[in-house]
């Protein structure tokens, strides 16, 4: 079992960047695929961005491609959000999850059921 920790969470005005953190113990982390999640108020959680587990791949949500960057240093267990230009409606919890499986690589939406464990989250607030 991974412990997942995300940090990096807090208050931006609209059109400033901010970059999440997710630090992962536990496990091989170089072996699975990650993802980042998010849930706005009143909302179901949803996709944002996956990765492979050698950092080879990616996948983006339509609503934060072109703003959002997913990336891992397998050497630091850490992978990260870079958030740019960002919007109100970025507003949510943010939440990191490690693939159940190993060699994970991301080919399309990610689904929640294909990860495993999940960070416990942090808040994103972005003021208009």
């Known amino acids: 079992q991974v412990h997942l920790v995300e940090s990096g969470g807090g208050l931006v005005q609209a059109g400033e960047p901010l970059k999440l953190a997710c630090a992962a113990s536990?496990?091989?982390?170089?072996?699975?695929?990650m993802g980042w999640f998010r849930r706005a108020p009143g909302k179901e959680r949803e996709f944002v961005a996956a990765?492979?587990?050698?950092?080879?791949?990616?996948y983006y949500a339509d609503a934060v491609k072109g703003r959002f960057t997913i990336s891992r240093d397998n050497a630091k267990s850490t992978v990260y959000l870079q958030m740019n230009n960002l919007k109100p409606e970025d507003t949510a919890v943010y939440y990191c999850a490690s693939s159940k499986n190993y060699w994970f690589v991301p080919m399309g939406v990610g689904r929640e059921p294909d990860f495993g464990s999940w960070g416990q989250g942090t808040q994103v607030t972005v003021s208009s």
């Open positions: 536990g496990r091989t982390f170089n072996r699975y695929g």
């Open positions: 990765i492979s587990w050698n950092g080879g791949t990616t």
